[in-house]
T-cell receptor, first 117, second 113 residues
Framework: KAGVTQTPRYLIKTRGQQVTLSCSPI?????VSWYQQTPGQGLQFLFE???????NKGNFPGRFSGRQFSNSRSEMNVSTLELGDSALYLC????????????????FGAGSRLTVL | SQQGEEDPQALSIQEGENATMNCSYK?????LQWYRQNSGRGLVHLIL?????REKHSGRLRVTLDTSKKSSSLLITASRAADTASYFC?????????????FGPGTRLSVLP
């Protein structure tokens, strides 16, 4: 079973640009979550998608957005990049089936490391 | 604000020793999970303990949960150099609106050969 795939793995952008990150979840997983990880703030929840609907959103500005496609693949977009957006962006998927064993266990991708100059 | 808080922030031990990490949280939870992260990579799930469980074992891992104190501990027995990593607790708050896991700041474990 293939794991969670994130692309690109590394990217460098300059302030003011925008970036799109992609995540392919494990086949059959319907929930996809995104997290931002920085040395200062740790792991911060960005948003969660389920069946193409955003169910939860963390405390991030509107420059951070995402979407999920019918095949459960997800993208997140950050517009007007700031230096503070430099981080490791992690995507995680889970089956999220009520009552199922392991339903809420997250499987993470390797992350996309974004550097904003 | 982060719900989970681990301590210690960093821990250095010799191979063969046991490592104990603690996690505290603030609100009611469905379950608590522990994850491991090797440097700069994604997190790997280690173990999940439900709110109605008090202790759980998986191989060399032992997790306890005290919901009255809103705390959990992760014990790694007979540690190995390969256990060197950061360890995070994660809680999912009771919610009817999907998943929102809150991760603690993590404990960085170094196991010296």
């Amino acid at each position: 079973k293939a794991g969670v795939t994130q692309t690109p793995r590394y990217l460098i952008k300059t302030r003011g640009q925008q970036v799109t990150l992609s995540c392919s979840p494990i086949s059959g997983h319907r929930s996809v979550s995104w997290y931002q990880q920085t040395p200062g703030q740790g792991l911060q929840f960005l948003f969660e998608y389920f069946s193409e609907t955003q169910r939860n959103k963390g405390n991030f500005p509107g420059r951070f957005s995402g979407r999920q496609f019918s095949n459960s693949r997800s993208e997140m977009n950050v517009s007007t990049l700031e230096l503070g957006d430099s981080a490791l962006y992690l995507c995680a998927s889970s089956p999220n089936l009520q009552g199922a064993e392991g339903a809420n266990v997250l499987t993470f991708g390797a992350g996309s490391r974004l550097t904003v100059l | 604000s982060q719900q989970g808080e681990e301590d210690p922030q960093a821990l250095s031990i010799q191979e063969g020793e046991n490592a104990t990490m603690n996690c505290s949280y603030k609100t009611s939870i469905n379950n608590l999970q522990w994850y491991r992260q090797n440097s700069g990579r994604g997190l790997v799930h280690l173990i999940l303990i439900r709110s109605n469980e008090r202790e759980k074992h998986s191989g060399r891992l032992r997790v306890t949960l005290d919901t009255s104190k809103k705390s959990s501990s992760l014990l790694i027995t007979a540690s190995r150099a390969a256990d060197t990593a950061s360890y995070f607790c994660a809680t999912d708050a009771l919610s009817n609106y999907g998943q929102n896991f809150v991760f603690g700041p993590g404990t960085r474990l170094s196991v010296l050969p």
